[in-house]
């Protein structure tokens, strides 16, 4: 102290953030299945497309990529990519057949959402697309 005057310190932690940088190895999905709703039941799915129908994979990072992949009997897809790029676009693309449109997109385990466009971005690594295509008129 001086002058009489007790000083007091305190000890303060200052604390300092690293960022964690999304892993690229290893394998990683993006798959879905392509389901029906013909009643206008707001994706209320009571049916799947079934095999046969072209979905297609883009990614423009790294080095870019297309894979093409068919649903199966389930209206099933997946794409594999060791590893899906970190950085830069990755699409889904699916080319039913022309009597379909494209009416709901569920991401991942969310709800059903509006959506009128075969082609969406993938966001996120080992990712769940399910859309939901019409064919009333």
Do not use: M
Not at 60 to 79: D, E, H, I, M, Q
């Amino acid at each position: 102290y001086a002058n009489g005057t007790i000083f007091t310190f305190e000890a303060c932690a200052v604390a300092t953030a690293t960022p964690t940088a999304v892993s690229c190895t290893g394998t990683q999905t993006v798959s879905g299945t392509i389901y029906v709703d013909n009643t206008g039941g707001n994706c209320a799915i009571t049916s799947n497309i079934g095999a046969g129908t072209p979905v297609t994979f883009s990614r423009t990072a790294k080095t870019p990529v297309t894979l093409t992949t068919n649903t199966n009997a389930s209206g099933f897809y997946t794409f594999t990519d060791n590893p899906l790029a970190c950085t830069g676009t990755r699409t889904v693309t699916i080319q039913p057949a022309s009597s379909y449109t494209v009416v709901g997109l569920k991401d991942g385990a969310g709800a059903w959402q509006p959506y009128s466009s075969y082609t969406t971005t993938v966001d996120t690594l080992n990712h769940t697309l399910h859309w939901c295509v019409s064919n009333s008129a």
